[in-house]
C-alpha cells in the first residue's frame, strides 16, 4: 500500500484540500494519504523547504511526497517527477524542487502538461496521481515523462559567513512562535571551532549559551537550542518568542519593498559572533 504525502499552501478553508485527496483515490485507491501541512504561507519558498525537506526524510522509503506550493507562479509547461535519498518528490517547477533537497536530485522526470487543458490544482493532482500509479505499475519511465527533462533552479537559503561570524534567516515561525533560523548545528559548530559565542538578533537581544530544553531557563526567559531537526531556535520559555521580539519570517518577496521598509529586515534574521 503506498504511501503519499501532501504538503501545501492552499489553507483548510474551503473543499479544495478533500477536492485532491479524492482524485487521488479516484485515480487509485490503494492510496494511503498523509497530510503534512496546508497551512504554508503563500509564495514562501524558504518556509516550504524548509518544512518539506525536514518532514520527507523521516518517511518509509520509497514514500511518494507531493508538494503544492505556489503551483502557478508562471504558466506550467509540467511538472517534475523526482527521486533522491530513497524518497519520491512531485512538485511544480518553480525552483522549489532544489530548495527542498539543497542539492540536485538523483533522478527527474518532467511529466509535460496537456496544452489544451485547464491547468487548475485538480488537473496537476491528477498528471500526478497517475505518474505514480505508472511508475507503481513497473512502466518505463520514457511512458511516464521526459528523463533528465531541463527544469527550474533555486538556491536554497543558505546561511552567509565570515571567519568570526556567521548570519542565518529566520525561515518557519511555529504555533507557539518559537523562532527557527536557517543554521544547522552542524554549521554552527564547524564555524565555532570550539570558541565562545554570542548569538544577537533585533539589535540588542544577546544570548550567549546553548539550552538542551525549554526547561533550562526560568519561565519567561529567553533560549537558544538546536530543534529535532537540527536547526537553531530561538524561544522563550512558556512565551512567544516572535511576538515579544518582533521577529518575522524570512520571505524573497520582502526584498522587492521599499527601502524604508527594508530596514525591517534586521528583524528577519540572527547573527552569531565568536570570540
Known sequence: ????????????????????????????????????????????????????????????????????????????????????KDQYLVCADNGLIEMILEEKPEMVLGIPLDKSAIKNTLYCIDVAARAITQLMNGEPLLKIGIPDAPYLEKNPLRPTSGEDWIEGQIIFIDHFENVIVNITQEQFEEQRKGRRFKIVFKRDEVIERISGSYADVPQGEKLVLFNSAGYMEIAINKGNAAGLFGLKGYNESSQQVSVMVQNRLFYQTVKVYFE
Open 1 to 84: 500500500m503506498p504511501f503519499i504525502t501532501l504538503t501545501s499552501d492552499i489553507g483548510e478553508q474551503d473543499y479544495l484540500v478533500g477536492a485532491v485527496k479524492g482524485r487521488l483515490l479516484r485515480i487509485n485507491p490503494e492510496f494511503k494519504i498523509i497530510d503534512i501541512t496546508h497551512k504554508l504561507s503563500p509564495f514562501n519558498y524558504p518556509q516550504a523547504a524548509y518544512v518539506c525537506r525536514n518532514a520527507i526524510k523521516n518517511f518509509p522509503e520509497f514514500t511518494y511526497h507531493i508538494v503544492l506550493v505556489n503551483l502557478f507562479e508562471s504558466k506550467p509547461e509540467q511538472l517534475l517527477f523526482a527521486f533522491h
